[in-house]
């Protein structure tokens, strides 16, 4: 499966931005879809995960009450809506799919990685 994130920016401190995650193929709904980050200088963390049939969700506590992720099996489409941005939220983010049935926080669980789309917070 291919993946392409967008929908990064530059947007103040306390503002909003969603990104989408576009992905190829006709097994979308196979997969575990999450998001990850990385920051200059720092590791890629996970950010929130989204089961195939969205039935539960994982989010990362810094991003907790703030962020939700969703997803749309019949457009292929995951989504990261980011509301209260931080300027600590700065990073480029990935899209990422998995092929096990639990969801996964940690890169190495993930299979197939989008090119990433920045967003910039600036305080």
């Known amino acids: 499966v291919q993946l392409q994130a967008s929908g990064g920016g530059l947007v103040q401190a306390g503002g909003s931005l969603t990104l989408s995650c576009a992905a190829s193929?006709?097994?979308?709904?196979?997969?575990?879809m999450g998001w990850f980050r990385q920051a200059p200088g720092k590791e890629r963390e996970f950010v929130s995960a989204?089961?195939?049939?969205?039935?539960?969700?994982d989010y990362a506590d810094s991003v907790k009450g703030r962020f939700t992720i969703s997803r749309d099996n019949a457009r292929n489409t995951v989504y990261l809506q980011m509301n209260n941005l931080k300027p600590e939220d700065t990073a480029v983010y990935y899209c990422?799919?998995?092929?096990?049935?639990?969801?996964?926080?940690?890169?190495?669980?993930?299979?197939?990685w989008g090119q990433g789309t920045l967003v910039t917070v600036s305080s």
């Open positions: 990422a799919a998995s092929r096990q049935f639990i969801l996964g926080n940690q890169p190495h669980e993930y299979d197939y």
């Open positions: 989204i089961s195939r049939g969205s039935d539960s969700g």
């Open positions: 193929g006709r097994t979308f709904s196979s997969y575990g």
